[in-house]
């Protein structure tokens, strides 16, 4: 690579530095990301919408002087509204809709950081999977093994850090969408606590409540740095998280104390965890005994069996509501929608406004149950995943078998749409590798509100196991 040729030694905060210090402009960062992306994205297809006159335009006309001032930042192709840029949701039915023309206020909040928009990321049609292989664009392919999935929705985010085009991008999360993708790709990503991040003007919530926007990053700080700069209520806003009592970049490195910590390896649906997985959760439980933490085996007592039919009853009926919003005010035909998402259409139109109440009640009631249990643990530690990436595919929206496609996401990902039900902060942390030198993640959960705590132990368990300067081979 020509220019800058250390940027990829360093996150985002680190880019940034630079730049404040004078010691690199902000067009020479992007011209490096560009570089990159010209390089790398054939490989893995996780950027389909260059904007790269855009960056460079937001540059010559000046950047605020945010704490990210100057970083390349790309924007996933869902929920993030950008005034004058189109927006497909990954589906052939909205490729052709018209940009709107207002930024949604958190595109705002990440150009008020000085962040500079250069593109759109790759997604699933409407983010309903949990791989990210859309007719419109083809599939993006996990960094590390060309042949599995990076994750979904925000698949073309973690596969775009992951290859080092950037140090983070924007994700959003409503069953696993951030943490998946970050699992696979070896990243850190956070779901925030509901209500953390806004959605305004545009939505009030998404998918019940489930969905809520942040990024995936290479290191904890930068997470917690950019949750700084973009939480807080938009107006109207139907419910806000709690404010920090202190900025979260100031949690990062914290004494976190001695944590009581619970662990699981029960899911929810009963599927089976992987062995590598399992490894890697008693792996980073000996760590956090290591550390001084209390760590005891300990699973909540919730209603399994209501969750994934919860979520199930919350998507379907939102994809009847979102299918809705085409411009032209016109329903789908078969074959402008993938298969999926055809069968979430139908079986919407037979969900009954009691069945959607009793579905947010089910959720609520997951809630105060894990609420009762934080009563007792500051966190909760599951695997990130029950099994490795599955091969592109596996998990397809062109499954005809609507069931069998939901019992597969489940499978792979059974602990993560269980906290989109309760609303609580979850992550997901790079912290071992399996024996073909695939990422292994685990995920920590802390109490609603409390993302403080996380990036406390966070920050502990990446100075015992840093991953950073792991990369795969085609970003080597």
């Given at each position: 690579m020509g220019g800058f040729t250390d940027y990829e030694y360093y996150?985002?905060?680190?880019?940034?530095?630079?730049?404040?210090?004078?010691?690199?402009?902000?067009?020479?960062?992007?011209?490096?990301?560009?570089?990159?992306?010209?390089?790398?994205?054939?490989?893995?297809?996780?950027?389909?919408?260059?904007?790269y006159d855009y960056g460079r335009r937001a540059i010559a006309e000046g950047l605020p002087d945010g704490p990210f001032r100057g970083v390349p930042f790309l924007v996933k192709d869902l929920g993030a509204v950008i005034a004058g840029v189109p927006m497909t949701s990954g589906s052939r039915f909205f490729a052709d809709t018209p940009p709107a023309v207002a930024d949604s206020e958190h595109v705002k909040r990440l150009k008020r950081a000085g962040l500079v928009i250069f593109g759109r990321t790759n997604t699933c049609e409407l983010g309903l999977s949990l791989t990210c292989e859309p007719q419109l664009h083809g599939p993006t392919k996990n960094p590390w093994d060309q042949t599995r999935i990076s994750g979904g929705s925000s698949g073309g985010a973690a596969a775009a850090v992951g290859v080092r085009?950037?140090?983070?991008?924007?994700a959003s999360d409503g069953f696993g969408s951030i943490r998946a993708p970050a699992a696979c790709c070896g990243l850190v990503g956070l779901k925030p606590t509901r209500g953390r991040a806004t959605m305004a003007p545009y939505l009030g919530e998404s998918l019940g409540g489930l969905v809520i926007?942040?990024?995936?990053?290479?290191?904890?700080?930068?997470?917690?740095?950019?949750l700084d700069a973009t939480s807080g209520p938009g107006p109207g806003d139907p419910y806000t998280a709690p404010a920090p009592i202190r900025p979260f970049a100031?949690?990062?490195?914290?004494?976190?104390?001695?944590?009581?910590?619970?662990?699981?390896?029960?899911?929810?649906n009963g599927t089976p965890i992987d062995a590598e997985c399992r490894r890697a959760l008693g792996d980073v439980v000996r760590i956090c005994a290591g550390l001084g933490h209390r760590v005891d085996e300990?699973?909540?007592?919730?209603?399994?069996?209501?969750?994934?039919p919860a979520f199930l009853t919350l998507a379907a009926a939102n994809t009847v509501v979102n299918l809705a919003g085409h411009p032209g005010r016109r329903t789908p035909n078969p074959d402008e929608i993938e298969r999926v998402t055809w069968g979430m259409w139908k079986r919407g139109q037979g969900v009954s406004?009691?069945?959607?109440?009793?579905?947010?009640?089910?959720?609520?009631?997951?809630?105060?149950?894990?609420?009762?249990?934080?009563?007792?643990?500051?966190?909760?530690?599951?695997?990130?995943?029950a099994t490795l990436p599955p091969s592109l595919g596996y998990i397809d929206m062109m499954l005809d078998d609507l069931d069998e496609y939901w019992r597969r996401v489940f499978c792979m990902s059974p602990f993560t749409?269980?906290?989109?039900?309760?609303?609580q902060p979850a992550m997901m942390l790079p912290l071992g590798r399996s024996a073909s030198g695939l990422p292994l993640a685990v995920q920590l959960v802390a109490r609603w509100g409390d993302e403080a705590t996380l990036f406390?132990?966070?920050?502990?368990?990446e100075a015992m196991r840093p991953w950073f300067h792991d990369k795969p081979l085609v970003a080597r």
């Open positions: 996150d985002a905060t680190g880019l940034a530095d630079l730049v404040r210090q004078r010691l690199i402009t902000p067009l020479e960062l992007l011209e490096a990301a560009i570089e990159r992306v010209e390089a790398r994205n054939p490989v893995v297809n996780a950027v389909t919408m260059p904007l085009m950037l140090p983070m991008a924007h926007g942040h990024a995936v990053t290479l290191t904890v700080r930068d997470c917690a740095r950019l100031d949690e990062v490195g914290a004494d976190p104390g001695a944590l009581r910590i619970a662990w699981t390896a029960q899911t929810p300990a699973d909540p007592a919730i209603e399994r069996e209501a969750v994934a406004g009691a069945d959607y109440v009793r579905a947010t009640q089910t959720a609520h009631r997951l809630g105060r149950q894990m609420a009762a249990f934080h009563a007792d643990w500051d966190v909760l530690l599951t695997p990130g995943l749409v269980w906290f989109n039900l309760t609303g406390r132990l966070a920050a502990q368990l």
